[in-house]
């Protein structure tokens, strides 16, 4: 179906929506840089991705009610089988990702679920605590003085990240219930699920004011004469980034006063599996799980593990270690079986160097894209990816909270039962989240924290007044 619509030529056309209306010149051409493809963008007006300090975003005064009911009938109309949006990005982003069709498809299939009620309202409670804050100044008594306080929208830059198709729509609820203003740049490595979003907002609601609220364009990363005169704080309050490490290291040369980094920077996440693995259910479910955990997303993203930590035997965690690579070579919903990504040359390298380490190291399964394992007493000292993971033997679970940092954002366990064991440990270690085995990539959204903080909250520009005393 999505090869389908794809052109014959080997140009992309990339439109930008620039305050809710749709531009689609092809007059700027880049070469992207995740495959090679050209690709054609309308050009840049500075002017048109500010909104101007002296006027009040579309949204700021619009009533949250009104938002999330907007919000609930473009989630209806995010219907993959009846939206061209969604469908021309799921096919034209197969040029610039490599997730492929079948996972690109079911993520974009899923993107209704962000817009549901019951997730945008429990985003907005959670993050804010009380709505009479977002809907205007709310009066409250504090140290027995009368002060009026206000959740104020902000005008914010979002950097987006491309190795998952969640991030834009993510950003776009988030934003819509800030009232802000928000300038989506869009990544090289998909240039098109955050135009299909807003583009479905203004078949919806041409003239809404969320729709006004949001523009999305592409440049190139570390462009100057776009970004130095943009990011300024007489523009936005804030920068938020996604991404890799030379991402927000780029982004945040541009902190200054009055303008705030907000950075969801490169994490990674890990197992805990305890000895009850091989006591009860069949290996191969336990296995099945922390497939699930691994290889979503090509293990792309900060919420796939990368490292495993197991208690029992050799014996018993090569068993285990068998039983991974055959369910890491079965498809899930967001991940490739078989025909997965490979780990990267310099690492296949390093593998070589470890197989002839053996019993130290043992490897399992080959750099064929079905997974493969390293098995060892300490953990490797480079990122596994490709679908590559190392298992690293612990006495206890307990023993494994020395390798956590802050950079650790979920961690899976083993029976969910010993989370109450360690959570304290690993969130004292700079873990973000924890939960049951196999369930890292299928969480739910709104109402939760991400990465240590409640992004609403931190989007908005808070402000205080003192009563005025009669």
Known sequence: MLHEIIADNDRLLVPHVIKGVVQLDAAVEHRSRASGSTVMTPSIDLDSLIWQRSQPGPAFDTQLAEIVDFLVEVGKALDFDRNIHLQEAAAYNLRCNSLGARILENCYRDIAWFFTRDAVEAEAEQ????????DGWARRDIQGTAFDIRAFPPRMVHILAGNAPI???????????????????????????????????ADVGPNHPVTRSFSAAYWRGGDASIENHILRSQYFDKLAVWGGEAAVRHAMQYAAPGFEIMSFDPKVS???????????????????RSAADIIAFNQDACSCARFQFIEGSDDQVDRYCEALVEAMGQDIRYGAGSDGPLPPAMLIKELNMLGNLEPIYRLFGRPDGRGMVIRSSEPVSFNPGGKLVNVVTVDRLADAIQH???????????????????RDGLASAGAQRIVGLGNINTGKFGGLPHDGGWPVHKMMHWVVTEAAKD
Not at 127 to 134: R, V
């Open 404 to 422: 956590v940092t802050v950079a650790t954002q979920s961690v899976g366990v083993y029976p969910p039962s010993r989370i109450a064991e360690v």
């Open 270 to 288: 890990i197992s805990l599996i305890g000895r009850e693995a091989f006591d009860g259910v069949p290996l191969a479910t336990v296995a099945e």
């Open 127 to 134: 993050s804010l605590g009380s709505l009479d804050l977002l």
């Open 167 to 201: 991030v834009p729509p993510v950003t776009i609820v988030r934003g819509a219930i800030s009232k802000g203003v928000h300038l989506l740049k869009m990544p090289s490595n998909d240039m098109f699920t955050a135009t299909a979003l807003l583009r479905t907002m």
